[in-house]
């Protein structure tokens, strides 16, 4: 039996990890889930390391690890399979916990040649809506992770465990609240951009979907989605457990655990062979382009070119582009609202919005969206555009904007628009603000 922790070095390419168990085992891997660290995990290690090599993980920020914010699942997917090739660990199973569930079904579908086998523990195809983890980042930003953190029992654990256990409601607490801010809502951007649900019956390994019975926040209902659309997945419900089923019922969640990958793991080993070229990781580069043929050279004595253009009409469509950024920062409640009261007299105007300010200008990379909120609530209020302030006021505060940035926008504004402009748009922002960063309660 052996025991090694590691803060990785290469805080862009790996993750914070813990391993115990015989090295010579199989590994098994083990997902933590947002705002906790890998010592979720430790009422399991006595009953998996008689089997299995186990490799936990932090997310960036959390228990110490390095503060690189990871905003999207992938990035996660693509950090733990970069520390996994630093161990030298080819093929392992996987168990995850909400975010860390996200990562293992991002696992099956992204890198199934490594996966042998996968557990899902209060998971979901899709993480409640977009607008609700944006809006948490939101109140985040502008408040800190205390008030999260003094929820988060509440969230975690059934009122009766809470109760009895006052040591590990309190451990719960100091645990979100040392985590890095930044990389906290980088991981609720990941989770509010996550979806599979289109793709579940892609995910092809044996998988164990794991829920608490009364997890209020991924209930049963979703694990009953996961079972629904993953061809080879079974439901285990865990009684008197919440979100945190691992740290409220470790008994059962072992044995869950060691009867599902001890079943499936030499099956699926022996079914699917590894590959004898290891394809390459998610993560690394794509190999160049081939260079292209070097246009002939003209024979009617004209003066050669460059590649001319593509004609504006062979051009892709910027709809969908600019549907999806001006639901990301506008939210989907708002553009559901607007497209659902267009009729045949605004249907186009929705339709020009969509394409040209959001498909043409929100999308190009020239500025960052922090910076085009700044823009747009100066342009707003130079025009006295005080409905649309509002609505890009959260935007701001959704695309990173701190109340402090905003009030410095607006001050600004003072000076070059006028005091009277900026002081109805102090008026509508600040009421915006005090919404928008209400503390949940």
């Known amino acids: ?71 999207s699942v992938a990035a996660l997917t693509d950090r733990l399979l970069a520390t996994l090739d630093g161990l030298g660990v080819h093929r392992f199973g996987y ?26 523990i209060a998971a979901s195809p899709r993480f409640g809506t977009a607008d609700e983890f944006r809006q948490r980042g939101v109140v985040v930003r502008a408040n800190g992770l205390d008030p999260v953190a003094r929820s988060a029992p509440e969230r975690w654990f059934t009122p009766g465990f809470a109760a009895a256990q006052p040591a590990i409601v309190d451990w719960a607490v100091q645990m979100v609240r040392a985590t890095d ?53 079974r439901l285990a419900v865990v009684p008197g457990a919440s979100h945190l089923a691992p740290v409220e019922q470790p008994a059962a969640v072992t044995d869950l655990l060691v009867r599902h990958f001890s079943t499936a793991w030499q099956d699926t080993l022996a079914a699917i062979p590894v590959p004898p070229q290891t394809p390459p990781p998610p993560y690394a580069t794509a190999p160049a382009p081939a260079t292209a043929p070097a246009p002939a050279a003209p024979t009617d004595g004209a003066t050669p070119t460059t590649a001319a253009q593509p004609p504006a009409a062979q051009r892709p469509d910027p709809y969908e582009a600019g549907l999806k950024v001006r639901r990301e920062v506008l939210g989907d409640a708002h553009v559901d609202r607007a497209l659902a009261a267009a009729d045949d007299f605004t249907g186009d105007f929705q339709d020009l919005v969509t394409r040209y300010a959001w498909g043409e200008i929100w999308t190009r990379e020239g500025l960052d969206r922090r910076t085009r909120s700044c823009v747009t609530l100066a342009a707003l209020v130079a025009r006295g555009h005080l409905d649309e302030l ?10 990173g904007l701190t109340p402090t940035e905003i009030r410095e926008v607006l001050l600004q504004t003072a000076v070059y628009c006028g005091v009277p402009a900026a002081n109805a748009a102090f008026r509508v922002a600040a009421a915006v603000i005090r919404e928008e960063t209400k503390p949940e309660t």
């Open 181 to 233: 801010t930044g990389c906290y809502i980088a991981a609720c951007e990941a989770l509010a951009a996550f979806d599979i649900r289109a793709d579940l019956g892609r995910v092809g390994v044996p998988t164990l979907v794991l829920v608490g019975s009364d997890d209020r926040v991924t209930g049963p209902a979703e694990a009953r989605t996961l079972v629904a659309g993953i061809p080879d997945a």
């Open 1 to 71: 039996m052996w025991e090694r922790e590691r803060v990785s070095e290469s805080t862009t390419n790996s993750l914070q990890y813990r391993c115990d168990g015989p090295e010579d085992a199989p590994v098994l891997v083990l997902g933590p889930s947002l705002g906790t660290t890998w010592h979720m995990w430790d009422r399991q290690i006595p009953g998996l390391t008689p089997r299995w090599r186990v490799v936990r993980f932090d997310l960036p920020g959390h228990g110490g690890a390095p503060a690189e914010p990871a905003s």
């Open 95 to 120: 168990a995850g916990t909400a975010l860390g569930g996200a990562v293992g079904a991002d696992l099956a579908l992204r890198a199934p040649h490594r996966l042998a086998s996968l557990a899902l």
């Open 390 to 399: 509002a609505f890009h006021t959260r935007a701001a505060l959704r695309n």
